[in-house]
T-cell receptor
Framework: AQSVTQLGSHVSVSEGALVLLRCNYSSSVPPYLFWYVQYPNQGLQLLLKYTSAATLVKGINGFEAEFKKSETSFHLTKPSAHMSDAAEYFCAVSVPRGGGADGLTFGKGTHLIIQP | NAGVTQTPKFRILKIGQSMTLQCTQDMNHNYMYWYRQDPGMGLKLIYYSVGAGITDKGEVPNGYNVSRSTTEDFPLRLELAAPSQTSVYFC??????????????FGPGTRLTVL
């Protein structure tokens, strides 16, 4: 079975600083990887996803992530943090199956705090 | 398109009561999902459906039931509510399987408290 580990339940950065949110996965087959963002009292919104094309994936709001198979990682970065980036971020994994949907397996989430 | 809509937004239940959480999508998606989100625990899959009339259990199905009579609707039924079912519930849908890397679209959630 696949799993996701997000290092750091809370990450605090200054406005304008680099954002780095860490995600490591475990899967016995090549996975699909996702980053979702959740703003307070809202549902989840897709930021970006890796589906075995380019290993560097660009998403919305200036975020990007790089798939590194050798490190089983899919870390999320943004060069310059903005106050509006404050939210909960979830890394998730799914694997190809012969049948059935089986949903996404989520990490526990990282709460991003932006300091003025 | 409204996307994925959920009702109600909030609900307080007493132990032993039952209720149905409603979920509707207008994107003609085949796949629909129910997740629960507990603080600090991420989201866990309760049930999913690959099309009308077809449902299957996820990771945490105990205490819940689902049905899928139409493509648009995927209600989640709680029988005999327990405090352990206090959570935020999210419905999601996708055109094809998550196992095929397809994007899931989420509703705004239902916050349920069982006292």
């Amino acid at each position: 079975a696949q799993s996701v580990t997000q290092l750091g339940s809370h990450v605090s950065v200054s406005e304008g600083a680099l954002v780095l949110l860490r995600c490591n996965y475990s899967s016995s087959v090549p996975p699909y990887l996702f980053w979702y963002v959740q703003y307070p009292n809202q549902g989840l919104q897709l930021l970006l996803k890796y589906t075995s094309a380019a290993t560097l994936v660009k998403g919305i709001n200036g975020f990007e992530a790089e798939f590194k198979k050798s490190e089983t990682s899919f870390h999320l970065t943004k060069p310059s943090a903005h106050m509006s980036d404050a939210a909960e971020y979830f890394c998730a994994v799914s694997v190809p199956r012969g049948g059935g949907a089986d949903g996404l397996t989520f990490g526990k989430g990282t709460h991003l705090i932006i300091q003025p | 398109n409204a996307g994925v809509t959920q009702t109600p937004k909030f609900r307080i239940l007493k132990i032993g009561q039952s209720m149905t959480l409603q979920c509707t999508q207008d994107m003609n998606h085949n796949y629909m999902y129910w997740y629960r989100q507990d603080p600090g625990m991420g989201l866990k899959l309760i049930y999913y459906s690959v099309g009308a009339g077809i449902t299957d259990k996820g990771e945490v199905p105990n205490g819940y039931n689902v049905s899928r009579s139409t493509t648009e609707d995927f209600p989640l039924r709680l029988e005999l509510a327990a405090p352990s079912q206090t959570s935020v519930y999210f419905c999601a849908s996708s055109y094809s399987s998550g196992g095929a890397g397809d994007t899931q679209y989420f509703g705004p959630g239902t916050r349920l408290t069982v006292l």
